[in-house]
């Protein structure tokens, strides 16, 4: 049911998953079960931002599996920006934009779980913000993130970030471009 770009890219993203350690571990683990089970394809076409030009750049230091199968997918994902973005932060309204792999409106349309990705340009703040799941990040290049029970922190392109249930969290991009992977069991 699932085509080979996605695919891959879900076995590269158990395995970058797996440097995951306690409770992100945990959501790790239920994230991957989820998604065996293929859903069916999702109904959005193909969109990009302006933003997403910083998206090769983010992978160009990169050399895993993982940031080399995500840009065999990265152009056929549908971008758009956080629904609460207001234009009045010019930063933020240019600088930023997500796309969901699985979930509502991804790749494959679940309910079940949320893969997802944001593209930030460089000093852009996503700012704070909570929902009822647990998370966990992959980096897929530099940046930083905080959350109300950790100072801001870069976990580097190897490490994870965990944010527990309803926690107030955010991230920045320091002098380059960030781009991270995000996994919610829902």
Not at 60 to 74: D, M, T, V, Y
Not at 146 to 167: K, L, R, S
Request: aromatic share 10%.
């Amino acid at each position: 049911m699932r085509n080979s770009v996605l695919s891959d890219f879900l076995d590269a993203a158990e395995d970058g998953l797996r440097v995951t350690t306690g409770k992100a571990a945990e959501v790790a683990a239920e994230v991957v079960k989820r998604w065996q089970v293929p859903q069916s394809a999702g109904p959005a076409e193909a969109e990009r931002l302006p933003v997403c030009e910083w998206v090769a750049p983010a992978l160009a230091a990169n050399p895993r599996a993982l940031a080399q199968s995500f840009a065999k997918l990265e152009r056929g994902l549908r971008w758009s920006r956080r629904a609460s973005a207001d234009p009045a932060d010019a930063q933020f309204w240019h600088g930023h934009a997500n796309a969901m792999i699985l979930g509502p409106g991804g790749l494959e349309d679940r309910r079940d779980v949320w893969l997802g990705v944001t593209v930030m340009a460089p000093g852009t703040l996503y700012t704070d913000h909570s929902h009822p799941p647990a998370e966990v990040y992959l980096p897929l290049s530099a940046g930083e993130w905080w959350n109300a029970e950790m100072a801001w922190t870069d976990p580097g392109a190897q490490g994870f970030i965990y944010n527990p249930p309803g926690i107030l969290h955010a991230m920045r991009a320091g002098a380059a471009p960030f781009l991270a992977l995000w996994f919610l069991p829902t």
